[in-house]
């Protein structure tokens, strides 16, 4: 064997075995207790606009080969020297945000035998950053741990906190799509949630006030209450939940606009826009035996597959086959409705038959159908795109109804003909 390996192997040897004897003499004194900060380096720091200061905790943490050594530290905005070279060894603008900003509490850090650790409280003024953040993104918040008597980590004693954002908390509706909720309510009425959101995770404890918009609401006013009289309770880490309470339904369909009013606790942002609640019963249990057309299509497309919740399957009136009155759907019901609202997907595959223009009868028999509505494209909104869906207000005849019928007159490309793919009925 090589002599200097052999040296070497000795040389290693009786350092271990004088390590397990001496260890006191091996570990350098400087290393027996050592300090450094918990978050180090350049950090991002976000402030919320709410009126209130922001705490920001600076955790200083000891370890060495003798933890249970008392120590002391002192957390500090850095000096002018040090901030300098702090710019020069970064090569950043980085410019100081004014001591006006901010405030350090419990930065002198005494550590016991027992102390792991210690934290310093920065407080900071969010409307005092603000002016000068919106002036230039390079202003920062250097912070830096040193000592007088104990070993400092160096790579992990300076913060620096940056590209500091100052963010007004917004509320919202949650789970809304173009300002719309569509809910279902059984005809003996019900409870339904409507969610509330924020743009960041919620830190506070405040309400959200909302109130009813008459002008976008077709419920009565005795068919509903706002729980807490539309006071919406958000704490901290959760977001707020409205409650609204339905009598039995009057209504097969009915909307209730709502609208964030105010805060109370917070001086948050909030959404305006109201929203419309669309509240609807559930779906008529209707059977393709209750189904019948003067116009089949004998080649394709029965009426039993507008039930069977399959949009890639579909009813297709005449078109093989010439039929001179206009085609119609009509729905003949067990008993009599007095409210109905339905809804009809178009096909899936393209909307080269989409209705264009058609009207809904009702009425106790075939002879005494009366025209409840008159439908166009221009007007109403129906789709005209493949598996387009139109979803009808409410329609409340004169008197209850047992037939229902809907008559179509044109098609999106000027044809007699049309397709659905899916139809609902809604009625009480």
């Known amino acids: 064997m090589n002599m200097k390996k052999i040296a070497y192997l000795s040389l290693g040897l009786m350092l271990t075995l004088t390590s397990c004897e001496n260890y006191d003499n091996i570990i350098p004194e400087e290393y027996n207790k050592i300090l450094s900060m918990k978050v180090f380096g350049e950090q991002d720091l976000t402030l919320y606009e709410t009126g209130e200061q922001t705490e920001y905790n600076i955790v200083v943490m000891k370890s060495g080969a003798k933890p249970d050594e008392t120590a002391e530290a002192t957390v500090d905005v850095m000096n002018e020297a040090q901030f300098e070279k702090l710019k020069t060894e970064s090569g950043r603008p980085y410019k100081m945000l004014p001591a006006e900003c901010f405030a350090l509490s419990d930065n002198k850090m005494k550590f016991g035998s027992t102390d792991m650790w210690k934290t310093a409280k920065l407080t900071i003024d969010p409307m005092k950053v603000k002016k000068y953040v919106e002036e230039s993104p390079n202003y920062v918040l250097p912070v830096i741990t040193t000592s007088q008597s104990d070993s400092i980590l160096a790579t992990a004693n300076t913060l620096v906190l940056k590209s500091i954002q100052i963010i007004k908390p917004a509320v919202s509706f949650g789970d809304v799509t173009n ?24 830190l506070w404890d405040f309400n959200t006030l909302v109130g009813v918009v008459p002008d976008l609401t077709t419920f009565d006013t005795s068919d509903y209450s706002l729980a807490d009289g539309g006071k919406v309770a958000f704490t901290k880490g959760a977001m707020g939940k409205l409650k609204i309470d339905f009598q039995p339904m009057k209504h097969a369909i009915a909307k209730l606009g709502l609208q964030i009013k105010g805060m109370e606790g917070k001086s ?7 929203v419309v609640l669309t509240a609807r019963v559930p779906k008529y249990p209707l059977t393709a035996a209750m189904l019948s057309s003067n116009a089949v299509e004998p080649s394709e497309g029965s009426l039993a ?29 067990p008993e009599a409705v007095s409210s109905f609202a339905f809804s009809y997907t178009n096909r899936s595959s393209n909307g080269n038959a989409a ?29 005209g795109g493949a598996a387009g869906v139109f979803n009808s207000g409410e329609l ?33």
């Open 396 to 428: 409340k005849p004169s008197e209850p109804v047992k037939i229902i019928r809907f008559v179509h007159n044109v098609n999106k490309t000027n044809e007699k003909f049309f397709v659905w793919s899916e139809f609902s009925l809604f009625a009480i």
């Open 305 to 333: 597959n507008l039930l069977d919740g399959d949009i890639n399957t579909y009813f297709h009136s005449s078109w093989s086959v010439w039929v001179d009155p206009a085609h119609y759907v009509q729905i003949d019901l």
């Open 179 to 202: 300002y719309s909720i569509t809910k279902e309510i059984g005809k003996d009425g019900g409870t339904v949630e409507i969610p509330f959101t924020m743009q960041i995770d919620n």
């Open 268 to 274: 948050f942002g909030y959404d305006e826009t109201p």
């Open 355 to 383: 209705m264009a223009d058609f009207s809904v009868y009702a009425g106790n028999d075939e002879s005494s159908l009366v025209e409840l509505k008159h439908y166009t494209m221009a007007q109403d909104n129906l789709p």
